[in-house]
Each structure stands twice: as C-alpha cells, then as structure tokens.
C-alpha cells in the first residue's frame, strides 16, 4: 500500500525565511504532484515533477524530486504573507489508473 | 471551456437520506475521480473510472456508488448518508496515462456536503 508523508504538517514562520516542505512515499511512483490549497477552495496545481533529478522553480517557491530516496521538497524561499496556504504532495501511480495518494498537507502561515 | 464542474456545491442531508453528486467535464478526459477530503487530512480516493462505462474502488469506497454512463458525466450516489459523510468531496478528471506528457489532473471547486 503506497503511503505518502509530510512533514512537517504545521509550519509558522516570518516573512523574508527560508524553509523546506518534505514529503516521503513509500513504493516507486511515475509522478508526483504539489498542491497548493486555501481555506474553502480546490486544489492550484503548483509543479509536476516527471523523473529524478527533476527541479521545478516559479517565483518563491522549488520542488524537486529524488526517486532513489522516494522524497521531495518543496523549498520557500523569501517567504511572503501570500503563501500562507496549505500545501500537499500527491503521488501518481500509472498501474492504478493514474490514482492519486496525498499526503497530509502542511499547513504554512506566514507571519508579517 | 468550464473544466471540471461539481453540483451541487453545498447540501445538507439527513442521517439516511440519499443524494447524487454531478461532476461533468468537457475537456474530453478518459479518466475521471471522486475525492473526498476531512478536515486536517489530504485527499482521499472514493471510487475512480478509467472509461466510459468503468468504475472501480479507491481507498474509501463503502457507503458509496458511482456511474459513468457517459464519458463526460462521473456520479457520486449516498444511498443511506451517515454523519460520516459529511466532508468536501472533489471530483477530478485526466485525459488518461501519458508517462512524458506531464498530463495535468483538473480538479473541481468542490461540494460540501453535511449529514446531520
């Protein structure tokens, strides 16, 4: 059974920081997904990372993906009170019908 | 182009009371899913279709049916909603497995639903 963690699931933290969302997944996958999430609305696709090695830059905000070690982070950097979301990584998996597994989310608040 | 419509988008039901949720695409996508998603917890996988006419079991499926009689249309039945029920479900579509194409699974705004 694939599971995917997060960590950490709360993160405060000041404008102008730099910090690192980290999610693990348990079995291979072919993709994996980050998710940007407000109060009371759908999911904003944020990157796609396709293969290892794979780095996914816009604006503030990197994801990358290592498939040997199953994990990918997803780096803040400068971070502004615009941010403050929750933020979920979703693992792909071809062979069950490109079904998604999420993780937890971690749920970011950026203070001024 | 509408994308990934849901309704309704709020009800509340009744503890034994059935409903069906609608989520209706038409970016032509093969694949087409239910979430539902509690609070402080990611999304969890209902039931999914891999075609028009195919449905098959995600990771929480019981108490719920679904149909997909038409490629565009993915129902989400209640047959007898339980307090358990009451979540934010999402429906979600993709044009189908393609390893190289960074396909984009579209998600819907969401229906929230309360059994009381």
């Known amino acids: 059974e694939l599971k995917v963690e997060q960590n950490p699931l709360f993160l405060s933290m000041q404008e102008g920081k730099n910090y690192t969302i980290y999610c693990n997944y348990s079995t291979t996958s072919d993709r994996l997904y980050w998710y940007r999430q407000d109060p009371g609305k759908s999911l904003e696709s944020l990157f796609v990372?396709?293969?290892?090695?794979a780095v996914k830059q816009e604006g503030r905000l990197m994801a990358s993906l290592d498939t040997k070690a199953r994990l990918s982070t997803l780096h803040i950097t400068a971070a502004v009170h615009d941010l403050s979301a929750t933020y979920f990584c979703a693992v792909e998996r071809k062979t069950s019908g490109s079904r998604l597994t999420f993780g937890e989310g971690t749920q970011l608040t950026v203070n001024p | 182009n509408a994308g990934v419509t849901q309704t309704p988008k709020f009800r509340v039901l009744k503890t034994g009371q059935s409903m069906t949720l609608l989520c209706a695409q038409d970016m032509n996508h093969e694949y087409m899913y239910w979430y539902r998603q509690d609070p402080g917890m990611g999304l969890r996988l209902i039931h999914y279709?891999?075609?028009?006419?195919?449905?098959a079991k995600g990771e929480v499926p019981d108490g719920y049916n679904v149909s997909r009689l038409k490629k565009q249309n993915f129902l989400l039945g209640l047959e007898s909603a339980a307090p358990s029920q009451t979540s934010v479900y999402f429906c979600?579509?993709?044009?189908?497995?393609?390893?190289?194409?960074?396909?984009?699974?579209?998600f819907g705004e969401g229906s929230w639903l309360t059994v009381v």
């Open positions: 979600a579509s993709t044009p189908g497995p393609a390893l190289h194409s960074g396909n984009t699974i579209y």
């Open positions: 279709s891999v075609g028009e006419g195919t449905t």
């Open positions: 990372l396709l293969s290892n090695g």
